[in-house]
């Protein structure tokens, strides 16, 4: 092989070869973030605001007591996220007015968000959004009870405590 430069054929390839690849990777990257946590899903479609007031909501229109799980225990919001990205997602206006309306009257007549009010204001304040809007009332009621007691499949009933507490028994096929 002849020499040109001081360098033979295969030399030449061999620097270029690593030039590419050194070129390729470029100075070192700076770590990646750690990834942010996902807003939950009803939080992503309704906001962080509305959302909180949903979760407030539920809960109090489904407390939980000694022998009643609750909407928390229960899933109920679980279900509600699920349905709002699939077959509801219809009725996102309607809970984005509902929702609105339920905080205006509860910073109106009980001076701070719905989501901060103690149980006993929340429930006037309910009671209110009933009277003014009642189909929307009875839109969300009927979510919240859908939640409660639907196949756990769907997302809510978690580990069917909304049919123990109506004292229904699901018999499982082993």
């Given at each position: 092989?002849?020499?040109?430069?001081?360098?033979?054929?295969?030399?030449?390839?061999?620097?270029?070869?690593?030039?590419?690849?050194?070129?390729?990777?470029?100075?070192?990257?700076?770590?990646?973030?750690?990834?942010?946590?996902?807003?939950?899903?009803?939080?992503?479609?309704?906001?962080?605001?509305?959302?909180?007031?949903?979760?407030?909501?539920?809960?109090?229109?489904?407390?939980?007591?000694?022998?009643?799980?609750?909407?928390?225990?229960?899933?109920?919001?679980?279900?509600?996220?699920?349905?709002?990205?699939?077959?509801?997602?219809?009725?996102?206006?309607?809970?984005?007015?509902?929702?609105?309306?339920?905080?205006?009257?509860?910073?109106?007549?009980?001076g701070g968000p719905f989501d901060s009010l103690p149980a006993e204001r929340a429930r006037e304040v309910v009671r209110k959004l009933e009277a003014s809007s009642p189909e929307d009332f009875a839109l969300?009621?009927?979510?919240?009870?859908?939640?409660?007691?639907?196949?756990?499949?769907?997302?809510?009933?978690?580990?069917?405590?909304?049919?123990?507490?109506?004292?229904?028994?699901?018999?499982?096929?082993?």
């Amino acid at each position: 092989m002849t020499r040109r430069a001081g360098m033979t054929r295969r030399q030449l390839l061999a620097a270029a070869a690593a030039a590419g690849v050194a070129v390729q990777s470029g100075p070192a990257a700076p770590p990646a973030p750690a990834a942010a946590a996902v807003a939950p899903v009803g939080e992503r479609l309704l906001g962080r605001g509305p959302w909180g007031t949903f979760r407030a909501l539920a809960q109090t229109m489904l407390p939980a007591g000694a022998e009643m799980p609750g909407a928390d225990k229960s899933g109920v919001c679980e279900y509600i996220e699920r349905a709002l990205e699939g077959p509801y997602s219809r009725y996102l206006g309607v809970y984005r007015r509902a929702l609105a309306e339920l905080d205006s009257l509860a910073r109106a007549g009980a001076g701070g968000p719905f989501d901060s009010l103690p149980a006993e204001r929340a429930r006037e304040v309910v009671r209110k959004l009933e009277a003014s809007s009642p189909e929307d009332f009875a839109l969300l009621r009927q979510h919240v009870l859908e939640g409660f007691l639907s196949d756990p499949v769907h997302g809510g009933n978690r580990d069917r405590l909304g049919w123990q507490a109506v004292g229904l028994v699901h018999k499982h096929k082993d």
